[in-house]
């Protein structure tokens, strides 16, 4: 039974290949699986034969998706339909990734899978098509909502953070945009769970679920949290102010949700999936990137 990642060259692909040894993963990353090209990916599939497809591959440059619309529908949706049908053809499973930003942060409660999509941008709005198509194209197919990822590979908010401090760079981070950070390698633990389950006989409850990291926090709370745990390691010498600024006064291209965090209790209940502990992965993270200096 062969694994298949696409996406593998970015930082939850790099995890899932690094984690997945053991269970004979093969991950593909956009140079040699281009999900966009539908023939490209029937010919892979035909040729790896996989009973499992993990889609690490997407379009996450959330500002920049406001102006190329297309380039992220084309990654996010039609990736996503034309890796469902060729899972279809073969016979394969889906296990997706999709995002808390899919919802426009109305809410005062964290988000269950049972709210109703409304995107604020064109980023959550290329991930909540891809999301929309996959019912109907292959039924064997299991999408986990995350938030906030990062990991010690490949860019994200815990690496400019980092990048900011040692460089001296005033910061400035929005406190009034709530989420849940999850760790990458912790979201790749899970789904190389969820595909043993399936390699040993078992089917899975197909659908949606949210698998966020917690506690909730802020952006602001987040960064604090990164500089002090950077602090501890020896990676900085001091820790900086971080000043807390409002959405309205950080002006970006896309607009953001102002509470984004998601429920992780059906995951819970029905994947026995419980929602990784941030704070955790962030040591995990930054303890490599020690070592790694």
């Not at 996406?7 to 690094?18: I, P, R, Y």
């Not at 996989?50 to 920049?64: E, G, H, L, R, S």
């Not at 001091?238 to 309205?248: G, Y």
């Amino acid at each position: 039974m062969t694994i298949l990642v696409a996406g593998a060259g970015g930082q939850l692909g790099h995890e899932l290949v690094l984690r997945g040894t053991a269970l004979g993963v093969v991950g593909l990353d956009h140079g040699q699986w281009d999900i966009t090209d539908a023939g490209a990916t029937r010919r892979i599939m035909a040729e790896h034969r996989p009973d499992i497809v993990i889609n690490a591959a997407a379009y996450t440059a959330v500002d920049k998706a406001e102006g190329e619309p297309g380039q992220a529908l084309a990654v996010n949706r039609d990736g996503v339909g034309h890796l469902a049908r060729a899972c279809a053809a073969q016979g394969a499973a889906l296990l997706h990734l999709s995002t808390c930003y899919v919802f426009d942060g109305g809410k005062a409660t964290p988000y269950t899978e049972n709210d109703a999509p409304s995107p604020l941008n064109a980023y959550g709005l290329s991930k909540w098509e891809g999301e929309r198509l996959l019912p109907a194209l292959l039924p064997r197919h299991l999408t986990l909502r995350v938030s906030w990822v990062f990991g010690a590979h490949g860019g994200n908010f815990v690496r400019t953070i980092l990048r900011r401090a040692s460089e001296g760079q005033p910061l400035r981070v929005v406190a009034d945009q709530a989420g849940t950070p999850t760790h990458a390698g912790s979201i790749a633990l899970a789904l190389l769970e969820l595909a043993a389950r399936i390699r040993g006989g078992n089917e899975l409850p197909w659908g949606t679920y949210h698998y966020p990291g917690g506690p909730a926090t802020t952006w602001h709370g987040f960064a604090r949290s990164i500089l002090a745990g950077a602090r501890e390691l020896g990676l900085l010498d001091s820790i900086p102010e971080v000043a807390a600024v409002d959405s309205d006064d950080y002006a970006t291209p896309a607009r953001r949700p102002r509470y984004s965090v998601l429920d992780g209790t059906r995951a819970r209940a029905a994947l026995g999936l419980a929602p990784p502990d941030w704070q955790a992965g962030l040591r995990e993270v930054l303890s490599a990137w020690k070592d790694a200096a």
